[in-house]
Structures are given as C-alpha cells and as structure tokens.
C-alpha cells in the first residue's frame, strides 16, 4: 500500500467513533517500517488546524475508505 492510498483514508475513533483527521505524513524506522503516522486534524477555520502523532500499534483496522483507531491505546 502506498502512502497516497492511505492519506485518501478517513481517520475514525473507535472509542467514540470521532473523525481525527487526515493523514499528511508517515514517520519510518531505519528499515522502512511504519513506525507512526502524522495526522492534521481539520476544523472548520482554516488556520485553527493541529498536527500530532498515531502509533502503528494504535491502528485496529485499515478498511477501504476508513483507517479506525485506538486512542486509547497509546
């Protein structure tokens, strides 16, 4: 899977099934591994917009249109 065919995911919430964001880069290991992907949460105002960080072992599934989380799990 390429990232471009992540960063078309919706990032949801399982605990409260909220929409995070989207995904707007991904920060690899030394090997090329995943190691966390970087998010924008997006809000209604153009310049009120916040970067933060999903680890691999966070994601509970990747499905066709939605990447589903844990935020919880950290």
């Known amino acids: 899977m390429r990232l471009s065919d992540l960063q078309l995911k919706e990032i949801v919430s399982i605990d409260g099934g ?3 964001g ?3 880069d991904v920060i ?4 090329g591994t995943i190691n ?3 998010l924008e949460e997006k809000r ?5 917009r916040e970067e933060y960080l999903v680890s691999w072992n966070q994601i509970v599934k990747i499905g066709d249109d939605i990447i589903l ?3 919880r799990n950290k």
């Open 22 to 24: 989207v995904i707007i």
């Open 36 to 38: 966390s992907l970087v």
């Open 69 to 71: 989380i844990d935020t």
């Open 28 to 31: 690899l290991d030394d090997k």
């Open 18 to 20: 909220k929409r995070i």
């Open 44 to 48: 209604g105002r153009k310049f009120n």
